[in-house]
């Protein structure tokens, strides 16, 4: 956990000596339009470059622009920076940024008891304060006393920090979040030409704008080093943390989803089609491998979410690699063209970004209650390999490793990532992509005794021949082959056969990933807790902190969904408890108990925010109590 | 030419070993002859030719043509034309469907296929019936059409299918009849030619659920007076011994019926057909009345850039301007540090 900043130096002792700590988290809380998203980004950009371990939490609305200065417009970036391994975005900030009264009302209960408030009393009137739904002032009436309040006028300092550049008042207080961004910058000993390059870049087009916004950066810096804010200005830094040696890079899960794909489609030896339809929090794919047409992918912006698996199912039949991404609810819409691809054993990824449900439910909110949908979610018998990443940098692995069983076993592939993965920041090691194993697909071009249902008896996977091969000429379609030939068959023992062939097929993948590792701990034990996809960060965090408590506790994180590890099971019985924390209804919990019978409990959330620490280290204690 | 002849294929080659199922006497076997002649004609070659099409009577078309087949899923057969066009563009990609698949529950696939301009050909067999699911009333069948689903007579007004095309943006829309053998043919090959999206509404009759609903412009006694055979450069004209013709009324902007030789009307009142025109194509299709004819052939052909070419060429831009994009270049981009 962070330090609490109540025990450190104050500014008063030695500005100029910044007091070290281990780890910090700071929430910038504003309303939508206030630009909070960039703070944090250029934030968390600064601090990845000084060699701080981080991660992140973007919590935003789902409305682009809410009405200015209500409580369910306010947009929030957290971000957790460390000396140390830094796993989640942190259970409590130990600094709240409110750029106005409705931020301050949503967010400030988070705040650690002690913890450092800085509020732009800029933004503070009687109109605001209403429109936050506050029936008197929050700095006036005790409301703020628990907390070291920083007021700061910061929408006077800005105008005047840019005054100078003739900007419409409108467009000077729009670099508000620049100020803030300096001051917090100096705050925590972040270098500031990060910021300026970036802006410099953003506003290419504009000089007037970028001289302004690097302005403001400065002015807030300048602010924070001469300011006599005596006792209650912070000044501390963060060191570098203990990483292993080699060249990092911030990534998101988007881009290294992105980039995972990309790597896994080189590795095949194939070209990319990806067709997609714009949906939140999924579309930030379609934007990256947009832009990556010189690797040969190609991007298709569909009519609607089944036009757009449609696409990515005709190319693969066309030999391209088919790729296809959406959440939830549009996942739901491409159930039908998911058994096509089953039916006909094409090669094809599909991404859920998982949000919140059901229905349209929570668009920018995490959750993981796709699994269901992702193992069981089809007409007829209909069994697909699911595989979940756990942390933004893992997505590229497992984009990888989606590849690989795709085209290997010429089967349709879930990945699950969500809404919290994809937008979260995190530094990564680059990987070294020559040490990456390729897996070259090779098309079927003989035709001697060609059949499109001719199997390869170890994999079961059915050959790819493609279009554009002469003698290899073949029709497939969603209704029941022949096992030997490949013809329309209705014969009722064939469907017997080709509904076993297709689930041993996939069920068979289990002989072709890695066994399930303990993640943490020891193999056998009192309690287990098993975690997959984005809990990986709190579960670890909490398990590693109950473990140095002396509880025997182990962890286990799954990233094979379906099929599971073959020695998953085996572990399981290994321990007395075991324990399943998910940010869904208990849906894992539930494959476990079919899969095992086993006793698995269910720790649940839904309530669109990532796993306290705290919690799980709570629950772990009363399990083992 | 003749040395080359034992090379080439015929129409039986286009065929499959397989059994065709559709029910006697149904309009598809004639279309599946026509289509098979046509490659024939065309010495198309199976290993570049795909058929795609969704669910219906009309999309078990794949499995009879000895070609690449995709029996794709209910109304989605253009999303599978697409992605395949984009993975290949070298491919020669004709999409099957019908007046269910392709105007009810695919309607919106239809629609965008056509207003992207993919490079394909596209055959809508109109019989104005779902035949498969056993004879309930279609978007295409008219006011009163008595079925299983509607014993009342259907309420709903019916589309006219050339007209959504030419609506969506189409740039190719030709008509033609299920036993034309003739003039199919003819209407394929020109489909065929064109650089783009073409679009082919074949009248087809469904002899168990919807038989003879086109008798009164199909049969051969009856089509002379109703069919009038569009022909760009030529008069729109017909009858049999082609006497009526299609006149611009100028003050309404309409078509009117006239007959040569009466009230003065010469041949040349008689419109010129221009297939580059949309605003004849439309009225073309959209022609009522009692009088009026059913008007087949090339309606409207006005080439345009394609989208598969489109993507095509974005792709090759960005492969010049990075020729040297690797996966290490990607990997590093933007900012990075180094861990000792």
Redesign the interface.
Known sequence: MATNLAQKPTASADKHVPASLESVVIRFAGDSGDGMQLTGTQFTHSTALMGTDLATFPDFPAEIRAPTGTTFGVSAYQINFGARRVLTAGDQPDVLVAMNPAALKTNLEALKPGGTLVVDIGSFNSRTLAKAGYTSDPLEDGTIAPYQVIRLDITRMTLESVKEFGLSNKDAIRCKNMWTLGLMLWMYGRQRQSVVDWLKGKFAKSQQLADANIAAVNAGHAFGETAELAGDMSHSTVGRAEVAPGVYRTITGAESLALGLVAGSKLAGLDIMFGSYPITPASTLLHQLARLKEHGVVTFQAEDEIAAICSAIGASFAGSLGVTSSSGPGIALKGEAMGLAISTELPLVIVNSQRGGPSTGLPTKTEQSDLYQAIYGRNGDAPLPVIASATPGDCFEVAIEAVRIATKYMTPVILLTDGYLANAAEPWPVPDFDSLKPFPVQFHTNPENFSPSSRDAKTLARNWAIPGTPGTEHRIGGIEKDFNTGNISYASDNHQLMTDTRWNKVLGIADDIPLQEITQGDATGDLVVVGWGSTFGPIYRAVEQSRAKGLNVSQIHVRYMWPLPKNLGELLKGFKQVLVPEMNKGQFATVLRDNYLVDAVRLNQVNGQPFKVSRLNQVIAEMLA | MNELSPQKLTAKDYA?D?EVRWCPGCGDYAILKSVQKTLADLEA????????SGIGCSSRF??Y?????????HG?A???????K???P??DVWMVTGDGDGLSIGG??L??VLRRNVDIQILLFNNEIYGLTKGQYSPTSRPGTRSPSSPGGSIERNLNPCNFALAAGARFVARTVDTDQKHMPEILKRAHGHRGASFVEIYQNCIVFNDGVFADFTDKKAAPERQLRAEHGHRLVFGPNNEKGLRLNRDKVAIEIVTIGENGITEDDILVHDETDALLAQMLVTLDGPDAPVVVGVIYCNQADTYDAG?AR??A???I??PN?D??E???A???????
């Not at chain 2, 043509?65 to 899923?73: L, R």
């Not at chain 2, 933007?334 to 000792?340: A, E, M, P």
């Open positions: 499959t397989q070659d199976p290993a570049n030719t795909v058929f795609v794949p499995y043509m000895a070609t690449y087949g995709f029996h794709t899923i989605r253009p999303a599978f034309a697409t992605g395949i984009l993975a290949n070298d491919l919106n696939h629609l965008h993507v974005q792709v831009k960005a492969k301007a990075k994009a996966m290490k990607l990997l590093f933007g900012s990075t540090w180094t861990v000792d």
